[in-house]
């Protein structure tokens, strides 16, 4: 039943996103705009060396007529049930590639009917900031930062990683 509405979820927000002028998919679930393909990938959970393996590959099957190729992923939104763990979490902070074209989404409080998700989302996807906006303004949704140490009471938005030059 918990995926049924985050396919519910998923399916209205790809129905707003064709007045944007975006393509979408009735049976797969990417947004294309400007030539750059927006991934939705919902799961319950995923272990954490599928998830690298996925994530690294980046690709997705684009159905046109009756044939099928597979693209290029720009970005790729993580949709999770149930809340991911917490080496999910780390190793997406820790890896500037992934974080540059991952988003994670934690719907499972919504799932369980707080007007709540958890995201970690350092992309510069237009689509997972439209994305998020459907979230708030359609179905009033707050969001909290997702962390590896959310439930040990440290801010993880006093976190900065420095850069080398």
Same mark, same amino acid.
């Given at each position: 039943?918990?995926?049924?509405?985050?396919?519910?979820?998923?399916?209205?927000?790809?129905?707003? +996103?064709?007045?944007?002028?975006?393509? *979408?998919? &009735?049976?797969? %679930?990417?947004?294309?705009?400007?030539?750059? $393909?927006?991934?939705?990938?919902?799961?319950?959970?995923?272990?954490?060396?599928?998830?690298?393996?996925?994530?690294?590959?980046?690709?997705?099957?684009?159905?046109?007529?009756?044939?099928?190729?597979?693209?290029?992923?720009?970005?790729?939104?993580?949709?999770?049930?149930?809340?991911? +763990?917490?080496?999910?979490?780390?190793? *997406?902070? &820790?890896?500037? %590639?992934?974080?540059?074209?991952?988003?994670? $989404?934690?719907?499972?409080?919504?799932?369980?009917?707080?007007?709540?998700?958890?995201?970690?989302?350092?992309?510069?996807?237009?689509?997972?900031?439209?994305?998020?906006?459907?979230?708030?303004?359609?179905?009033?949704?707050?969001?909290?930062?997702?962390?590896?140490?959310?439930?040990?009471?440290?801010?993880?938005?006093?976190? *900065?990683?420095?850069?080398?030059?």
């Amino acid at each position: 039943m918990k995926m049924t509405k985050v396919w519910e979820i998923l399916r209205e927000f790809k129905d707003s +996103s064709k007045l944007r002028g975006w393509r *979408t998919s &009735e049976s797969e %679930d990417w947004i294309e705009t400007g030539g750059n $393909y927006h991934n939705f990938l919902w799961a319950k959970g995923v272990h954490l060396s599928s998830f690298k393996k996925i994530v690294s590959n980046g690709k997705c099957v684009v159905r046109n007529g009756l044939t099928y190729r597979v693209v290029k992923t720009n970005y790729t939104a993580w949709l999770f049930s149930e809340t991911p +763990s917490e080496n999910l979490i780390k190793t *997406t902070i &820790e890896n500037p %590639d992934f974080s540059s074209r991952i988003a994670l $989404y934690d719907l499972s409080p919504m799932l369980e009917g707080k007007n709540l998700c958890a995201k970690l989302n350092n992309t510069e996807s237009s689509v997972f900031q439209e994305f998020e906006s459907f979230l708030e303004n359609e179905l009033k949704v707050r969001f909290k930062p997702l962390s590896p140490v959310s439930d040990s009471g440290i801010n993880p938005d006093a976190f *900065t990683v420095a850069e080398l030059v």
